[in-house]
């Protein structure tokens, strides 16, 4: 029977796979279905179709499974495809995605699916990009470029939609044209925010300081077109967080300051305690932090009385703030400001050598390292040279489930043993899963 686009199917789902579709099978053939739950039996209809693959939509539920729930509105907004499962089934599904992914990709068999944390599923994000269209800003629906509204998904806190709302006046007050996103970051009570305004190119940037009164704001900048000089509009674009790494001790604090254009990560509720699981992880002892950020789990460490501590950065706005957030540790951190690859490039003199506000001393111990590599996983030169530096412990902080298994095929490959993975949800009712995973040679 041919299967054209628009037309349906009839299927028992299987499992969740990455990305957020479910896994069926149709006559032989693969079918990854929206809005689905394994254990269901569903009426599809076909959204794409390849020699391989069907793709579908949800059009029917002929039998529910009991984790079933009403989703939102608007499903696809915002990456809130699981909005429809039941909290903790999502939390199961996102460990079985992490170890089907590890199994299929990796070719690691994990005896059961690793556990996932939770988060409360409201207000959690402190880090958005609204595009702006017609004066509205929103996210876009999964899979397109139609603007949806933020809001409505639940993620942002409830002040945080109200600030959207009055940003959207005053466009449209001061007829004010050329902006295509928002870059918005918070900290984690939510009482500092900060902004930095994408502006298509020939844009006047001095034309959108009164965006400046929406809300308690400590910062707003603009830039036109992805390499345009940045023009400061108002205050400090950034936000700062304390974070306490060990409970028990009051000392073990850390003040992480942030540009708004730096990566950090998103959930307000989890990021506490994602530092103090991959502190918790670390032996005394050195240790080499790569991809670095703002210093989120390497200066944790060196809060926890863990160092000397190498600290390595190539992005220069995030490298500008980690150096900043170093400060009060020269005594035992130092800061790299230069590419993974090149610092590992340069051999085994980088590596577990701090300069203590004097001339450097290099640790007897071999580090233990920590990457926290971007969605595209470590690149073969970074990997290549991590297995080279051979660290004994290598902690890998993980935000893609197909990129870990492909890197953790590689460090097996290599001499390397999994000795520990757990998952961390830091967006709730969508796909993502957040993973941190333990090598031991």
Same mark, same amino acid.
């Given at each position: 029977m041919s299967v054209e686009v628009g037309s349906e199917i009839t299927v028992d789902v299987e499992k969740a796979v990455a990305g957020g579709r479910m896994l069926a099978r149709h006559e032989g053939r693969v079918a990854l279905v929206w809005g689905a739950i394994p254990g269901e039996r569903v009426r599809a209809r076909i959204d794409r179709v390849t020699p391989g693959v069907l793709y579908a939509e949800v059009a029917e539920v002929l039998s529910s499974s009991p984790d079933r729930r009403p989703a939102s509105a608007d499903w696809r907004c915002g990456g809130s495809v699981f909005a429809h499962v039941a909290y903790e089934r999502q939390r199961e599904l996102k460990g079985e995605i992490v170890r089907d992914a590890l199994e299929r990709i990796g070719r690691v068999p994990l005896p059961a699916p690793p556990p996932v944390a939770g988060s409360p599923e409201q207000g959690y994000r402190m880090r958005a990009r609204l595009h702006v269209r017609d004066g509205r800003l929103g996210f876009y629906r999964?899979?397109?470029?139609?603007?949806?509204?933020?809001?409505?998904?639940?993620?942002?806190?409830?002040?945080?939609?109200?600030?959207? &709302?009055? /940003?959207?006046?005053?466009? *449209?007050?001061?007829? =004010?044209? +050329? @902006? $295509? !996103?928002?870059?918005?970051?918070?900290?984690?009570?939510?009482?500092?925010?900060?902004?930095?305004?994408?502006?298509?190119?020939?844009?006047?940037?001095?034309?959108?300081?009164?965006?400046?009164?929406?809300?308690?704001?400590?910062?707003?900048?603009?830039?036109?077109?992805?390499?345009?000089?940045?023009?400061?509009?108002?205050?400090?674009?950034?936000?700062?967080?304390?974070?306490?790494?060990?409970?028990?001790?009051?000392?073990?604090?850390?003040?992480?300051?942030?540009?708004?254009?730096?990566?950090?990560?998103?959930?307000?509720?989890?990021?506490?305690?994602?530092?103090?699981?991959?502190?918790?992880?670390?032996?005394? &002892?050195? /240790?080499?932090?790569?991809? *670095?950020?703002?210093? =989120?789990? +390497? @200066? $944790? !460490?060196?809060?926890?009385?863990i160092g000397p501590i190498t600290l390595v950065e190539g992005d220069p706005v995030s490298a500008a703030d980690l150096a900043a957030n170093a400060e009060p540790f020269l005594d035992r951190v130092r800061v790299e400001r230069r590419s993974v690859e090149g610092f590992l490039a340069a051999g085994p003199q980088s590596v577990g050598r701090v300069p203590p506000r004097g001339s450097p001393v290099r640790a007897a111990a071999p580090p233990t390292f920590i990457v926290d590599p971007p969605r595209t996983g470590m690149s073969k030169q970074a990997l290549a040279g991590i297995v080279s530096a051979a660290p004994p412990r290598l902690l890998y902080v993980s935000c893609d489930v197909a990129t870990l298994a492909r890197d953790t095929r590689t460090l097996l490959d290599a001499g390397y043993t999994l000795d520990g993975l757990t998952g961390f949800d830091l967006f709730p009712n969508t796909a993502h899963v957040e993973s941190v995973a333990v090598f031991r040679r």
């Open positions: 999964e899979g397109t470029h139609e603007l949806c509204d933020a809001s409505s998904t639940g993620q942002l806190a409830s002040a945080t939609g109200e600030w959207i &709302g009055e /940003v959207e006046e005053i466009i *449209a007050r001061e007829r =004010l044209t +050329g @902006l $295509a !996103a928002i870059e918005m970051a918070e900290n984690v009570r939510g009482d500092e925010r900060a902004c930095h305004l994408e502006l298509q190119g020939g844009t006047d940037a001095r034309a959108f300081r009164p965006l400046a009164a929406a809300g308690p704001l400590a910062g707003l900048s603009a830039a036109r077109g992805d390499r345009g000089e940045i023009e400061l509009l108002e205050g400090c674009p950034g936000v700062a967080d304390v974070l306490h790494v060990r409970a028990d001790d009051p000392a073990s604090t850390l003040r992480l300051r942030r540009d708004v254009r730096a990566f950090f990560q998103a959930n307000r509720f989890l990021l506490e305690p994602l530092a103090r699981h991959v502190v918790s992880l670390l032996p005394p &002892g050195p /240790v080499v932090d790569l991809y *670095a950020g703002v210093g =989120l789990f +390497g @200066l $944790a !460490a060196a809060a926890a009385g």
